[in-house]
């Protein structure tokens, strides 16, 4: 049947043996397993407050043109920034999409109210507020501004960037931090992390691990037990993916 509680456009067939058509914008990975024992999958990271931001992974409906943290396609928020030029500010979120709004003037603010945005120019940075939603800081004042934290309130989680602009941990205000290992651009692990001399090291067993084909997809996500997703493209495309029960996922692309 189809997908329930969501818009027309965004509905979805799933079926066990047949091609599933998927037309719509994104397709979201289910919860990560950092924090639940012998689940399984790609995207939910907490360091333990109830109010953070999760790392949800997205394909947007042309995964094949970016090749990111990810591999081919897949969006992060670690991937979210603003692109300020004389007259306007373009915010690039999560799911890939770009949402416009004015300038503001200095220790003003600006609105998108479509999505419910309000833009707050501050010194050294700009700052991102929705509802029921973290605010986030940009650092810079104009051309490409980066994330530099999301906060809520008095606490935050702050992103460390390596000297190749990458992020390589997340610090959060009351203690947690998480090291995001690479190979190249592309993370291969997560899990916790404590800083020394030299930055930051895992201190545990990573939360999970991602592996990627020779044309940079990603091909599987696991956890510590080493049970999670495979992920099988076409020229790049998402074609099936397999839960950790072994249940396949079918995906038809317009394009091809």
């Known amino acids: 049947g189809r997908e329930k509680n969501l ?12 091609p599933e058509k998927r037309r719509h914008l ?4 289910p919860d990560q397993p950092s924090h639940r024992r012998g689940t399984a999958g790609a995207d939910r990271f907490q360091l333990g407050r109830p109010a953070e931001p999760a790392l949800d992974a ?5 995964p094949a043109a970016l090749d990111l943290q990810l591999g081919h396609g897949w969006l992060t928020p670690l991937g979210e920034w603003l ?3 004389d007259e306007a500010v373009t915010f690039h979120d999560r799911e890939g ?10 220790g003003d603010y600006s609105l998108n109210l479509p999505e419910q945005l309000r833009l707050y120019r501050e010194a050294g940075h700009f700052r991102l507020v929705g509802d029921g939603q973290p605010e986030r800081l940009f650092q810079g004042e104009h051309g490409r501004c980066r994330l530099q934290r ?3 309130g008095a606490e935050f989680i702050e992103l460390v960037y390596d000297l190749q602009g990458q992020v390589q941990a997340l610090k959060a205000s009351w203690g947690k931090t998480l090291l995001i290992q690479r190979d190249g651009q ?35 996500a696991l956890d510590p037990l080493e049970h999670g997703e495979a992920y099988a493209y076409r020229n790049h495309m998402i074609s099936r993916r397999t839960l950790a029960t ?3 996922f079918h995906f038809e692309w317009d394009a091809y």
């Open 83 to 85: 692109e300020v030029s």
């Open 26 to 29: 994104y397709q979201r990975l």
């Open 186 to 220: 592309h993370i291969v692990a997560i899990g916790p992390a404590r800083f020394g001399e030299t930055g930051p090291a895992l201190t545990a067993t990573p939360f999970v691990r991602y592996q990627y084909s020779g044309h940079g997809d990603l091909i599987a």
């Open 246 to 248: 072994g249940f396949n």
């Open 7 to 18: 818009p027309q456009d965004r509905q979805i067939r799933r079926r066990q043996t047949h």
């Open 97 to 106: 999409r770009t949402l416009e709004l004015p300038l503001p003037e200095p």
């Open 58 to 62: 997205f394909l947007p409906q042309r």
């Open 150 to 152: 999301w906060q809520n």
